[in-house]
């Protein structure tokens, strides 16, 4: 990935260079925004491709896990399906 994509990678490797963007106000449907999210979603099907990937692919299911204080610790659960099916419905909108 870091071959494909240095720019993303980057971030990967030194996360406090996030705080150095400043983020488009641009209306949704421009190119820029167009562009930032189709490199999410490649970033997105890369991370999947990883091998330690599949313990994010999915949501936590504490029931199954028999981790019934999950919830009560981890306030706002994320996996890659969920951020995948919010990058399709343009839940986000910027970086």
Do not use: C
Request: no cysteine.
């Amino acid at each position: 990935m870091e071959r494909e994509h240095p720019d993303a990678a980057k971030f990967w490797k030194q996360p406090e260079a996030l705080k150095e963007i400043e983020e488009p106000q641009l209306p949704l449907g421009t190119r820029l925004y167009e562009s930032w999210q189709k490199s999410a979603q490649m970033l997105l099907a890369n991370l999947l491709k990883q091998a330690n990937a599949f313990v994010f692919k999915e949501p936590v299911d504490p029931i199954a896990l028999n981790i019934p204080e999950y919830p009560t610790i981890i306030k706002r659960p994320m996996d890659f399906r969920t951020v995948g099916l919010k990058l399709q419905r343009n839940v986000y909108g910027s970086l």
